[in-house]
């Protein structure tokens, strides 16, 4: 079975330009998270998607957004890029994202902002 | 609130012998997974093996093992018989039943030397 795949893999943006990421989880999975990494603040969930429907977000502001589609690939948008959105960004899938259900990680998408 | 505590920024352990990373956890929830990932400096997150909070026994998975002791909160990753490849951060997590998301610690990062 394929694993959860992200693209782009890398990207960079200069400040004040929009990015779409995008997330395919693995088959039959229909719940998906997005979380962001940077060093400074280590992991921090963004939101969590099930059946096309947004069923928890964290605590970011509203230039983050996401959606998920019917086939579960789910895509999220930063607008107005600033400098500290440089991150890595995983996406992870799991079956119904319940709390006994693993959640299986993409390779992420490396965001830099100049 | 939700919390993952690791307490151990980085460790050493010599290649063949093995190695525990500390997890404790904090939740009112009384139905919770917790979970070990293993992330390599390629970034992607791996999962290695999960617990749930009424599992009667630890979780193993090959040379992880998973020492769960519910009434002090903690969920301490064991690996055996360490290798050079285990040379990783590794990240405690935790979801809770209809949480919909999951909460990670800062990380331990393994140096494993020959």
């Known amino acids: 079975k394929a694993g959860v795949t992200q693209t782009p893999r890398y990207l960079i943006k200069t400040r004040g330009q929009q990015v779409t990421l995008s997330c395919s989880p693995i088959?039959?999975?229909?719940?998906v998270s997005w979380y962001q990494q940077t060093p400074g603040q280590g992991l921090q969930f963004l939101f969590e998607?099930?059946?096309?429907?947004?069923?928890n977000k964290g605590n970011f502001p509203g230039r983050f957004s996401g959606r998920q589609f019917s086939n579960s690939r789910s895509e999220m948008n930063v607008s107005t890029l600033e400098l500290g959105d440089s991150a890595l960004y995983l996406c992870?899938?799991?079956?119904?994202?319940?709390?006994?259900?693993?959640?299986?990680f993409g390779p992420g998408t490396r965001l830099t902002v100049l | 609130a939700q919390k993952i505590t690791q307490t151990q920024p980085g460790m050493f352990v010599q290649e063949k012998e093995a190695v525990t990373l500390d997890c404790t956890y904090d939740?009112?929830?009384?139905?919770?997974?917790l979970f070990w990932y293993k992330q390599p400096s390629s970034g992607e997150m791996i999962f290695l093996i999960y617990?749930?909070?009424?599992?009667?026994q630890n979780a193993t998975e090959g040379r992880y093992s998973l020492n769960f002791q519910k009434a002090r909160k903690s969920a301490n990753l064991v690996i055996s018989a360490s290798q050079l490849g285990d040379s990783a951060m590794y990240f405690c997590?935790?979801?809770?039943?209809?949480?919909?998301?999951?909460?990670f610690g800062a990380g331990t990062r393994l140096f494993v030397k020959a």
């Open positions: 992870a899938s799991s079956i119904q994202g319940a709390g006994t259900d693993t959640q299986y």
């Open positions: 088959s039959g999975h229909r719940s």
């Open positions: 998607y099930f059946s096309e429907t947004q069923r």
């Open positions: 939740t009112s929830d009384p139905s919770y997974g």
């Open positions: 617990q749930g909070s009424y599992d009667q």
């Open positions: 997590a935790m979801r809770v039943a209809g949480g919909f998301k999951t909460i």
